[in-house]
């Protein structure tokens, strides 16, 4: 499906690497102007600088951290709320981390359920209110297959990708009479930093057999946008173990979870 977004505007959190990265690149070819928005600025500017070149569209930089309360409003202000409509908006920032929940640092914790969950919430308010009020808009929310099952070794990260994908379907729902589309994206394992910023070293076989590039990644997302899905999950493995994990016990998806994340790093006793 070719995308033609010559005249819009599009908004990527978290595009200073991996699939944020990739959505910039894939908007930037489709003509999209784009607001790019992380923490590390240095790797947004090259970012920058590379699309502008290659594909004559504006790229706006905002160094930011989305991980504070306030920064979704924050975010909003700078762009829409600065006289600058924003037509796509992806919530891609996000991090995990491969721990049992009692020794993680409260703060990590915090950081990660005010970046995953609070902010992808509120930069959806913000914007799907202003797309709603001009009849048109289309917001991507990056979950993860973790929204399927809950997951030992990343509680938190799973239980928050769950609530990113009921959330968007129930607002995509809402919103569809009033012109705006939303749709959340179920990456499966996905060679990009997600791995190493979560501490989680992942067996070479996983690497080479189970793993997707981040541009198909990201273009699998963009497909079931502009398709006018509400929930995608990612390339066919991932797809048929999701639909089979109905058929399977609660308490058995815990443990085959729990499996499949591997061992993490326990403190050593006191
Ligand atoms: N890779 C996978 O296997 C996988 C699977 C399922 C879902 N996902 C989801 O995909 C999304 C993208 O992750 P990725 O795999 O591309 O990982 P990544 O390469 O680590 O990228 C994460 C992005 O989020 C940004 N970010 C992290 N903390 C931030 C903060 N406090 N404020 C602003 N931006 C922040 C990072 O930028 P800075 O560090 O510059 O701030 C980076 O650009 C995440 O939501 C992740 O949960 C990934």
Redesign the pocket.
Known sequence: MAIDLRGKTALV??????????FARQLAAAGADLVI????EA??EALAATLRASHGVTVEVIA?????PG?GAALFARTEGAGRPIDVVIN?????EHRHFVDQDWARVA?QLQ??VV?LTELTHQFARAMAGRGRGHILN?????AYTPSPTYAT?SAG?AYVRDFTEAVAYELAPRGVRLCS?????????????AGQTLPGWMRRFA?MS?DR?AGIGLRALFGWRRNVVTGVSNKLGMWTLRFVPRRMMVWIAARSMGQPRLPAKT
């Open positions: 959190t978290g595009a200073s690497s991996g699939i944020g990265a990739a928005a992380a923490r590390r790797e947004l930011i951290d989305l991980g504070q920064a891609n920032a996000g991090f995990g950081q970046l995953n902010t990056v979950a993860s297959i973790g990260y990708k994206l179920c990456p499966g394992l996905t060679i990009t930093e997600f791995h190493q910023v793993a981040a990644c």
